[in-house]
């Protein structure tokens, strides 16, 4: 019996010269509209397949596959002796090899001007039915998905005559993957239509980007995927310039970098080590502003990631090039910052679409056994209900320094504090099991720049010991969240020194 191809393609590429290879061994090849149309222009042989089901395409083509003519040849076990009874008393012939991509409804909803009608009339029914009949029944049925599978698959079939069976169950896995990304997007975008926050189910899908080397320590295997329609102001969007390739750890820094440079409009350079920053700095110059956040920690900075918010030029790579840096990363680098950078080899330069700050909905944590979900922290200073709470009112100093205060210590694993001026960081103190202790050491480091300094902590205290602490080190300023049941001790701590302190009524944890 003569072998059928099934082919029905959104995306053609490829599929002629896949077509013509399957004609010249063979196969009889079935197809519907446009690929139909398509093939037949140039010259391959097409029996469409309203002949093989006797019955034609109906609404505007939404029914033309969904036909036991074609489910059966799909289905059906070839060595089965009922299935092939069953077959021969209806009429249905096989179909060996089917080659189907999917209406495009990812593309299409990725568009800004999409309508809900439109977006429903790209959700593909025929094609996954195929699909996934084909690849249940792969123990018979070659099906593909990818046009990059199409050449190994006609070198099979031409050195034996058909595939192996571990090619057919790995294109089988690949399809099942594919039809459930699909899914996904389908369900993700009805849902939010009738904005359903938190459904019964999740499913979130990724493509991958790139294996990495290995993960945050060198004996765990890791790879990058990229969460589709996600933000493009994101390390995932990012184009890279020069330098090797990024690691497990080079992208989660990065990534706490690119968080933290998008709270600022004016010129900001910003420095993190291990997921935290350890010198932020502004000025009217992106070179001032990289100054600064160098001159916040000099030391810590040695082997980080910096991240600025302007186009980076010559004279700012110059102070960049002076530091061994694991990534570069800003809008745009000049041509001769970009020769000045690149004389480092390893030094990796990266871009990210600044302008398009567009931010995903929901942030998501994995833990072993579950995935925890929630809004991106995007609550700011300007959306907070501030008041001054003690009896001396911050100076414009002093403001400036707790709002960069303010913006920085968000981003700082808790318990947290933040030292500043009006320019930039002083200390930090992060991840501490105490907020005193936090507060330590971002005064320590601060040393004698705390005198007239500002002091930022992402949570309330639970006791006026660390005001206490912040008084005896030179702060004259405080913002913090307010909402302690002893917030009163810590008021009359903050008039007794004479510091003026600030309640926003927000929390900031950082986990």
Request: aromatic share 8%; proline share 4%.
């Amino acid at each position: 019996m003569k072998k059928r191809a099934l082919i029905s393609v959104s995306d053609k590429s490829g599929i002629l010269e896949f077509a013509k290879e399957l004609e010249t061994l063979g196969y009889e090849i079935l197809s519907t509209g446009g690929t139909k149309a398509y093939l037949s222009e140039n010259g391959v042989a097409i029996t469409p397949v309203d002949e093989v089901t006797g019955f034609p395409e109906i609404l505007g083509g939404r029914v033309k596959t969904l036909n036991p003519m074609i489910h059966g040849g799909l289905l059906a076990k070839h060595d089965d002796a009922d299935h092939q009874a069953q077959m021969n008393e209806h009429g249905i012939k096989p179909i060996d090899v089917v080659c189907v991509n999917l209406y495009p409804f990812r593309e299409t909803i990725s568009k800004p001007d999409v309508t809900a009608d439109n977006a429903i009339e790209n959700i593909d029914i025929g094609g996954p039915a195929m699909l996934r009949a084909s690849a249940k029944n792969h123990a018979y049925v070659t099906v593909i998905i990818d046009a990059a599978d199409y050449p190994a698959v006609v070198e099979e079939l031409k050195a034996e005559g058909k595939t192996t069976l571990d090619t057919r169950r790995r294109l089988a896995a690949k399809v099942f993957r594919h039809t459930a990304s699909y899914d996904a997007y389908i369900s993700n975008y009805l849902t939010e239509l009738v904005g359903e926050e938190f459904p019964e189910q999740v499913t979130f899908t990724y493509e991958l980007k790139q294996p990495l080397r290995y993960g945050e320590n060198p004996h765990q295997k890791a790879a990058f995927y990229q969460r589709s329609l996600g933000s493009d102001f994101s390390i995932a969007s990012a184009q890279q310039l020069h330098g090797k390739e990024l690691s497990y750890n080079n992208i989660q820094d990065a990534n706490a970098a690119i968080q933290i440079i998008k709270e600022f409009e004016l010129p900001a350079a910003v420095a993190v080590k291990h997921m935290n920053p350890c010198g932020v700095g502004i000025g009217e110059t992106i070179a001032q502003a990289f100054g600064k956040a160098y001159e916040a920690d000099s030391m810590s900075i040695f082997g980080g990631i910096v991240a600025l918010n302007r186009e980076v030029d010559a004279q700012t790579a110059e102070q960049l090039s002076g530091i061994f840096l694991e990534i570069i990363l800003a809008p745009a680098f000049s041509e001769e910052a970009l020769a000045i950078l690149t004389k480092k080899k390893n030094i990796r330069l990266l871009t990210i679409p600044f302008e398009q700050n567009k931010k995903d909905k929901w942030n998501t944590v994995s833990i072993e056994g579950g995935l925890l979900m929630q809004q991106p922290d995007a609550y700011g200073l300007a959306d907070a209900e501030v008041r001054v709470v003690t009896e001396r009112q911050p100076t414009d100093e002093e403001w400036a320094a707790l709002k960069l205060g303010w913006s920085v210590v968000k981003h700082v694993k808790s318990n947290a504090i933040v030292v500043t001026d009006a320019h930039m960081t002083l200390g930090v103190g992060a991840g501490q099991m105490n907020r005193v202790g936090a507060a330590k050491i971002a005064l320590e480091q601060a040393a004698d720049k705390a005198q007239g300094a500002s002091l930022a902590s992402d949570a309330f205290f639970p006791m006026n010991d660390t005001v206490e602490t912040a008084a005896k080190a030179g702060i004259t300023a405080i913002i913090q969240p307010g909402g302690s049941v002893k917030d009163e001790d810590s008021i009359q701590k903050a008039n007794e020194y004479g510091i003026a302190m600030v309640f926003t009524g927000v929390r900031h944890f950082k986990h």
